[in-house]
């Protein structure tokens, strides 16, 4: 960052905003002048903090008055900035103490980089996780969804009750550690490897132990999951649901 303190800042391509020792606006830039949507003439002997969120205003003025005191700043933060046509704009702000040449604090200068587009990017796939997550704990079957290494991404609230394991302890283990069979009876004659239903879909009976050691019955469909755009191949999901008391018997007698 040191190169782009010195160079002027009409040429940066990012926001650039100087602030007196009271907060208050000496120069910003075109580009800051576009951020914010008012020119400068206008932005000129405001404070910075007329721009932020109610939640964000104190605590900048605590960290920014601290900074002058003391001439050390946090190097980056992530925060809101309220714009002139009605929109707020989350930011990373990259700050700097100027210092005269007996070494007082005569200021701060401040580069503000729009994250706005990946923040919302970022909120949007957090919601779809959360979404996919509750869809997941709706289903009354148990799904594992493991990647195509085998490690355990996710499961539902039916697996955890049928493995006797916690989601968040599985997590990141091989598959066959949540999943342990015992005995496998195909309905297509091939024997269980997980390995091998990235390929080919596998769907039968098995009999497995369960985390406290005691066994269950119950069927079993493992299938690969394919991407639609690239047709790649990454991962296998599974899921398990409870058999009939005849099939059970007849699952632990093989």
């Not at 208050?24 to 932020?52: H, K, S, T, Y």
Request: aromatic share 6%; net charge negative.
């Amino acid at each position: 960052m040191d190169g782009v303190w010195a160079m002027d800042i009409h040429e940066l391509p990012v926001a650039y905003v100087e602030v007196d020792v009271e907060g208050r606006i000496l120069q910003v830039n075109a580009e800051g002048c576009r951020m914010i949507g008012l020119p400068a003439e206008v932005l000129v002997g405001l404070e910075v903090w007329d721009f932020l969120s109610s939640g964000d205003k104190a605590k900048s003025r605590l960290d920014f008055f601290e900074a002058m005191r003391s001439g050390v700043v946090e190097p980056v933060v992530r925060r809101s900035v309220y714009r002139a046509f009605g929109a707020y704009l989350t930011h990373e702000l990259h700050r700097r103490v100027r210092l005269d040449a007996a070494g007082q604090a005569t200021g701060m200068g401040l580069v503000v980089i729009d994250v706005s587009d990946a923040e919302m990017a970022h909120r949007e796939a957090m919601q779809r996780v959360e979404w996919l997550e509750g869809a997941l704990d709706a289903i009354p079957q148990a799904v594992v969804v493991s990647d195509a290494l085998g490690y355990v991404r996710t499961m539902n609230a039916a697996a955890e009750r049928l493995t006797g394991w916690a989601a968040k302890e599985l997590m990141g283990r091989q598959l066959e550690e949540g999943l342990r069979i015992v005995n496998a009876v195909s309905r297509c004659g091939r024997a269980l490897d997980f390995c091998a239903t990235l390929e080919q879909p596998w769907n039968g009976d098995v009999e497995m132990e369960r985390r406290d050691g005691e066994r269950v019955a119950v069927w079993l469909s493992a299938s690969p999951v394919v991407e639609r755009e690239s047709g790649y191949v990454n991962g296998v999901v599974t899921v398990l649901g409870a058999l009939r008391a005849r099939q059970a018997r007849s699952v632990a007698a093989d």
